[in-house]
């Protein structure tokens, strides 16, 4: 029993903190594999990069890559579930914090310029190799994004009843959002006049207030 007990503890450490040490080193290559693959299909496109250059990318042999992924496309769909379960768990974790929807719009915009400047590959290929994936894949991140459009949605519409906004269409302005902060990958510049933060108080002003100088005017 002495001597099991020595080899569950080997390197002063016993089997359970082995284990858990291994799997985050594992953890820890899968996020590479991502970051790198993603780096290779903004430059290359997804159909001409091969788990070849992935590897070569990583410094490792292809058998090892597919000890982490058996896949290109799984790489893919990796990176797809990885974007949208940041923003769905930042989003979860300021549920338990008291603010108001502005606040909360402006924290939207801020996580998700955020993914963009420190991410940008993984964002190019979630939103340029969607088509990519198998339908069960892609039904699977629909989902989620769905989930996460609901969340945003959740925070206008209860905004419209508190009174903070205007008696807007929930989905619509939900939808205008993303579609005026998503689309802000293809032109924002990391390093430049404006960093994530800057930015997003900037949108946040644009889509909260309007920028008619007479807003109450309607237009004929």
Not at 81 to 104: E, P, S, T, Y
Not at 106 to 131: C, S
Not at 141 to 166: D, H, K, P, S, T
Request: charged share 25%.
């Amino acid at each position: 029993m002495a001597r099991a007990a020595r080899a569950c503890n080997v390197g002063g450490m016993s089997a359970a903190e082995t284990t858990t040490r291994s799997t985050a080193r594992s953890g820890a290559q899968r996020q590479r594999v991502l970051r790198e693959a993603a780096s290779l299909f903004e430059v290359t496109g997804y159909h001409n990069t091969s788990m070849e250059d992935i590897a070569s990318r990583m410094g490792l042999r292809k058998p090892t890559l597919y000890h982490y992924f058996k896949s290109k496309e799984e790489i893919l769909f990796g990176i797809h579930d990885a974007f949208i379960d940041r923003l769905i768990d930042r989003q979860k974790a300021r549920q338990a914090i008291a603010m108001d929807g502005r606040q909360q719009l402006l924290e939207i915009i801020m996580d998700m310029l955020q993914v963009i400047d420190e991410q940008r590959g993984e964002v190019r290929a979630f939103f340029e190799f969607f088509r990519e994936l198998s339908p069960d894949r892609r039904d699977s991140i629909a989902r989620e994004q769905g989930g996460y459009e609901g969340f945003v949605e959740g925070v206008i519409r209860l905004g419209v009843e508190a009174g903070e906004f205007r008696n807007v269409d929930p989905r619509l302005a939900a939808l205008t959002l993303f579609g005026m902060v998503n689309w802000s990958y293809q032109w924002f510049q990391p390093g430049g006049r404006l960093g994530p933060r800057e930015l997003s108080y900037v949108m946040w002003d644009m889509f909260v207030k309007g920028i008619g100088n007479t807003p109450d005017a309607d237009v004929r």
